[in-house]
């Protein structure tokens, strides 16, 4: 079909993510998409800052992904999985167990990230309800987090943000306490300390979990934090009884220079959420996982099942390619790309310091952010960075990228330089 023909009917039928209806806002008609260019209807490349929000760690159609999911296909699309069970599910739930921090056994195979939110949250509300303790359904939470899209997530996402606020009154309350002091190095504060040690022990009675995202804080505002808090975190909910919920959607598979952010804090949560690029951005696949401890609550309850049951669950073709995707990963020095982005983001942002209006260059693992003093308009910013030929999301006072971990040190360079630009235009 025409690219013109194609975009207005997009304008007219099809929704997109925080998108005003009808069509108000002109995406891009994208083509293709290999290595880490997305190939536009107009014939422009595009090298993904984005990664397709955290995913495409690998980059697009890589020769040992494409080859797993064609393989799997060839045996066995989508089977329901009550009842049944397969070998690329199992095989994937047994990585996940091991590769995880210690402790997390059981696995629940989902469909999106914000679903996997979903599941941890009724493991924990059941886990209490079936220890007789079902006054305790409240989750605490830092500010200026994001959890996702559906109910549950909604209720812990920042409150004052402008992607949720518009529920407010209709989400379920939960506590919330000021998120961390910026900085992964930055040494623990005690006040704040403080400030987490009083709110856990003021609603212990009336919270089933803590929920946070470790050390990156990202769609809620891409802020770093010190791991230490994490150790706190669960130092607190231990000896005040409340379970402890880490969501590692965005900052699982290496992002952070680890390969699970709660690895920088030594950290076993109670339940831990994975998303994005578990599927190397591939397909729509998520997890929650939890202790024995979790699960043996559950199954000594009233009833003793985890009520959840999504149609796509343990989805086989899924399943082959997040396989395929984690020993991609591990079968590279990922540890050393991701360095070396690290090292090339931190090079080629800093001249994004000098740039009027800007507020903060910050740089952790394969994520760059250049926050300004002011909100960026989108469509300007995606002109600018489109016209030095890289794909950014702008969104607030934030300009920021988290590029495939196969980009080329002259790649990131030009990310980079892309969102300087951005910011200087701004
Ligand atoms: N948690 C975090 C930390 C996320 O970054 C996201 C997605 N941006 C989600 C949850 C929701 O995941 P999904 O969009 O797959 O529902």
């Known amino acids: 079909m025409d690219p013109a023909e194609l975009l207005a009917l997009d304008a007219r039928h099809v929704w997109h993510p925080y998108g005003p209806m009808p ?8 083509t293709g998409a290999s290595g880490v260019r997305l190939r536009l209807a107009d014939g422009r490349e595009l090298i993904d800052g984005m990664s397709s929000w955290w995913a495409a760690i690998h980059g697009y159609r890589h020769p040992v992904l494409d080859a797993a999911l064609a393989e799997q296909a060839g045996r066995m699309s989508h089977v329901m999985f009550g009842g049944l069970t397969h070998e690329p599910a199992i095989r994937l739930a047994t990585k996940l167990a091991e590769l995880t921090p210690p402790g997390l056994e059981h696995v629940f195979l989902c469909d999106s990230g ?55 009154g209709v989400l379920p309350e939960q506590v919330f306490v000021p998120e961390p002091p910026a900085g992964f190095g930055a040494p623990l504060n005690p006040s704040y ?20 995202e470790p050390v990156v804080q990202g769609a809620g505002g891409m802020r770093f934090h010190a791991p230490g808090y994490l150790r706190v975190l669960r130092e607190l909910t231990e000896r005040h009884d409340v379970l402890l919920v880490f969501d590692e959607i ?32 591939y397909l729509s696949m998520a997890a929650a996982l939890c202790t024995p401890r979790v699960a043996d609550g559950i199954s ?7 009520a959840h049951g999504p149609t796509f669950m343990g989805n086989p073709l899924t399943s082959a390619v997040a396989n395929a995707s984690i020993d991609l990963l591990l079968s590279q020095d990922w540890r050393g790309s991701v ?9 080629g942002l800093a001249a994004a310091r000098e ?64 969102m300087t630009a951005v910011a200087a235009a701004a």
């Open 193 to 212: 300390v403080d400030t987490l040690a009083q709110a856990i022990e003021e609603h212990a009675d009336e919270l089933a979990c803590v929920i946070v």
């Open 23 to 30: 069509g108000r806002v002109a995406p891009l008609l994208v």
């Open 339 to 347: 360095r070396r982005i690290e090292s090339a983001l931190r090079d």
């Open 300 to 306: 000594r309850g009233e009833v003793p099942v985890l």
């Open 114 to 168: 914000s679903v996997s939110v979903e599941v941890a949250v009724k493991m924990c509300l059941q886990y209490w309800r079936s220890l007789g303790r079902g006054e305790k359904r409240r989750m605490l939470t830092w500010r200026g987090g994001y959890h996702g899209d559906t109910f549950h997530p909604m209720s812990v996402c920042d409150p004052d943000g402008g992607m949720h606020s518009l529920w407010r």
């Open 355 to 418: 740039v009027p209006g800007v507020a903060d260059v910050r740089v952790l693992g394969a994520i760059g952010v250049v926050q300004l003093d002011h909100e960026v308009d989108m469509a300007a910013a995606t002109k600018v960075a489109t016209d030095c030929g890289v794909w950014l999301r702008p969104f607030r006072d934030l300009v920021y990228a988290m590029p495939p971990f196969v980009c080329t040190d002259a790649e990131v360079r030009t990310i980079a330089e892309a």
């Open 250 to 281: 965005a900052t699982g598979f290496g992002r952070t220079g680890r390969l699970f952010a709660a690895e920088h804090a030594e950290v076993t949560p109670d339940v831990l959420c994975l998303g994005k690029a578990l599927t190397g951005g």
